[in-house]
């Protein structure tokens, strides 16, 4: 029987297990990524078990404690299970994608699932990020032309060579963004600098732009299936208009020919970061769900 008792706070110690999992059961969303986990375990409690052939995710923020849908094999006794666990403490059942969703309700009619459009994650062709095509991404070629037009740019990798200008370029973006002064801003400063001081441990790679020799733009992504990148952070002066939609095309460009797809993460429902996503055609969602505590309470296993 799963019990609270089961659960392990994540530490860096245990990217070994889920790395063992990930290599069988490659996630769909970026949020089961464990340098995502680590990375936010500040700001979000993550505890994990593994059980019967799978992997059970606990996240909890405040009062909100979410049990994630296990990722493994499979099968009906362990849906059982993780559904009996989550009524008898009172979770909230979710993290559910769209494979998931239909096997659950074919086996658990009853549960009413909604879907967590703030969390779907963006997928995009990486070519079309690198070459945006048609007239669909005119205005987004107009304003990288204008960039490219008024300034002269360089792009590396990130290495240990340059990690120490790499935080110097976050330091003077959080001054820009005033980070203290927004929670959320505030959470991803540290999100980023947990990355950046584990940058090797997590397998992360990345690019910096700079314009007359200095970083003025990053972005921070991993590979998190055979076909997929996901990019973590992606940050731009506010000094150079049109630095964001270059470091976006160049890191499209980087990984193009071998990687199809690039996951840009959820938009977490905030509207200016929504409509910049849109503005870039996803060729499709990872969509999100989670099963309603009514429902849940009433549901027989």
């Not at 799978?54 to 404690?65: G, N």
């Not at 296990?70 to 403490?89: C, D, S, Y």
């Not at 007239?135 to 987004?140: A, D, L, R």
């Not at 980070?179 to 990345?206: P, T, W």
Request: aromatic letters at 12%.
């Amino acid at each position: 029987m799963l019990s609270l008792g089961d659960f392990k706070k994540i530490s860096l110690d245990d990217k070994p297990v889920f790395d063992t999992f990930y290599q069988k059961f490659p996630p769909e969303h970026s949020g089961e990524l464990f340098s995502t986990m680590i990375s936010w375990s500040h700001f979000v409690e993550y505890s994990y078990a593994v059980f019967d052939t799978s992997i059970v995710i606990l996240s909890k923020r405040e009062t909100d404690a979410v049990l994630h849908h296990p990722t493994g094999k499979l099968n009906q006794n362990l849906l059982k299970e993780v559904i009996a666990f989550a009524k008898r403490e009172d979770l909230r059942f979710g993290f559910i994608k769209e494979q998931q969703k239909s096997i659950l309700l074919k086996h658990f009619p009853s549960l009413n699932m909604v879907e967590n459009r703030d969390f779907f994650d963006y997928i995009y062709r990486s070519s079309d990020l690198a070459d945006l095509p048609g007239t669909k991404y005119g205005k987004i070629r107009n304003r990288l032309n204008k960039f490219t037009k008024n300034f002269s740019y360089t792009i590396e990798e990130i290495t240990k060579g340059n990690i120490d200008e790499v935080h110097e370029f976050l330091k003077r973006w959080c001054l820009w963004r005033d980070c203290e002064s927004d929670e959320l801003l505030e959470n991803e400063r540290k999100a980023i600098l947990y990355a950046m001081a584990h940058f090797v441990d997590l397998g992360l790679q990345g690019l910096a732009l700079r314009i007359n020799r200095t970083i003025q733009a990053i972005a921070i992504y991993e590979k998190m299936r055979q076909d997929t990148i996901v990019v973590h952070f992606e940050k731009g002066s506010p000094d150079f208009d049109g630095v964001y939609k270059a470091i976006n095309m160049e890191t499209a460009q980087r990984v193009r020919q071998t990687i199809p797809y690039i996951n840009r993460e959820e938009d977490l429902g905030v509207p200016g970061l929504r409509q910049a996503k849109l503005s870039y055609h996803p060729d499709h969602f990872v969509e999100l769900y989670y099963v309603t505590k009514e429902s849940l309470r009433s549901t027989t296993v």
